[in-house]
């Protein structure tokens, strides 16, 4: 769900994670002592434009992207972000626990 704040020169997005980490459809695998998996995604980013905010906030009178006959143009971008994110890891390893026979004699007939 995207939200839009400042005019426009923030937006923010929402999400509902989708955590599926079976390896049929992430990576993952054998790594020589144990089963794994990952799955991982956001929750939330933010994406502020800084450039405008801060000509926005000097209060200076400069179009830093628009169209002038028929031509669109930008003179700076300059943009940042932050986001979140959660992730699910499946592991599993085996262990074995037991005794050991000697092998039974061969009789012979």
Do not use: W
Request: one cysteine or more; a neutral charge; hydrophobic letters at 40%.
């Amino acid at each position: 769900m995207p939200i839009t704040a400042l005019k426009g020169r923030t937006t923010a997005n929402l999400s509902i994670p989708d955590l599926d980490a079976s390896t049929k459809t992430m990576p993952g695998g054998f790594d020589g002592s144990a089963l794994r998996s990952l799955g991982r995604d956001h929750i939330a980013a933010v994406n502020p434009k800084l450039a405008q905010i801060a000509v926005d906030v000097l209060d200076a009178p400069i179009l830093l992207s628009g169209e002038k006959g028929g031509l669109g143009y930008t003179l700076l971008q300059a943009g940042a972000g932050i986001f979140a994110d959660v992730a699910q890891e499946i592991g599993f390893t085996p262990a074995v626990t037991g005794t050991r026979f000697p092998p039974l004699p061969c009789r012979r007939s």
